[in-house]
């Protein structure tokens, strides 16, 4: 049935957009005194990590050979990219830092070609380059100059784009599972350096809302491992763009933000190709 892991992978979509959206309400000061984004950042790997221990415990798995090299820098990788994606949606629309985010699959192509030698046909590339002209749409580049946070946060989609080429490296070598425990507990390490200097003692609310933040996350993640698992990828990979969907609907709802039409052609652009990518793979799979 094709209808389960569809489902499965809509669900995580709206697992990171509360997430993200969690993070945006926790660094604008909704709940109190605003937090630094780089203390939300530690509750989203730090959190997550309980949650991953628990999971991993419950499946009686073990810990086997480990790469350790490659874990540090994918989590290291992880690390700033979600650093930076909860600063960008303090200091710009949410929907726009989670548009620029979701250009990470096309850095991951390019990314794949220098350092994997994958080969890459010209329908994908010509969909990458109008993917990354959207991108570029919503940097919104101006006579007064661009954007900069616009443009950290397309370093930042730069940045997990290398993570998933590491990603792709570690799945060869080890369980899912595994990944997902040891990213954690290394992010979250990593994670706990700048919280010396950034760290704010929260309230109740504030509390309650860093551990969804990572508990969240780290559900969606496991969702949408489940509907990798149970259909093809390339199938998959598209629903997750309703990340982006669920993002605009958190913004509108609570904070009245309306996307304008720079944000919704630029975040057409890279949802459609992005989707063209994941849609021509998959039939050339099945073919």
Not at 121 to 148: D, M, S
Not at 259 to 264: A, C, E, F, R
């Amino acid at each position: 049935m094709q209808g389960q892991p569809i489902l499965l992978a809509v669900t995580a979509s709206l697992c990171f957009a509360g997430s993200t959206f969690l993070s945006k309400l926790l660094g604008s000061g909704f709940y109190g005194d605003a937090l630094h984004p780089l203390q939300v950042a530690h509750s989203r790997f730090a959190f997550g990590l309980l949650t991953a221990m628990l999971l991993f415990l419950a499946s009686r798995r073990h810990v086997i050979r480990p790469h350790w090299r490659l874990h540090l820098l994918r989590s290291t990788l992880g690390w700033i990219g979600i650093a930076i994606l909860f600063t960008g949606v303090i200091y710009i629309p949410a929907s726009d830092a989670v548009a620029l985010t979701f250009l990470n699959p096309i850095f991951a192509m390019m990314l794949a070609v220098l350092i994997l030698h994958e080969r890459v046909g010209k329908h994908r590339w010509t969909a990458a380059i109008i993917a990354f002209c959207g991108g570029v749409l919503l940097i919104r580049p101006e006579a007064a100059g661009i954007n900069p946070v616009a443009l950290l946060c397309l370093g930042g989609a730069a940045l997990i784009g290398l993570e998933i080429v590491v990603i792709k490296m570690l799945s060869l070598r080890e369980d899912v599972f595994q990944i997902l425990l040891i990213n954690n507990a290394i992010a979250a390490t990593v994670a706990t350096i700048p919280l010396f200097f950034t760290f704010e003692m929260p309230n109740a609310a504030q509390w309650g809302a860093l551990a969804a933040v990572g508990v969240v996350m780290v559900t969606g993640q496991m969702l949408f491992l489940f509907a990798m698992r149970s259909s093809d990828a390339s199938l998959v990979a598209p629903f997750i763009y309703a990340t982006l969907i669920f993002v605009m609907l958190f913004d509108f709802g609570v904070l009245g933000v309306v996307p304008d039409l720079i944000s919704l052609a630029g975040a057409g652009i890279i949802i459609s190709c992005g989707s063209y990518i994941a849609i021509r793979e998959h039939r050339q799979g099945t073919s």
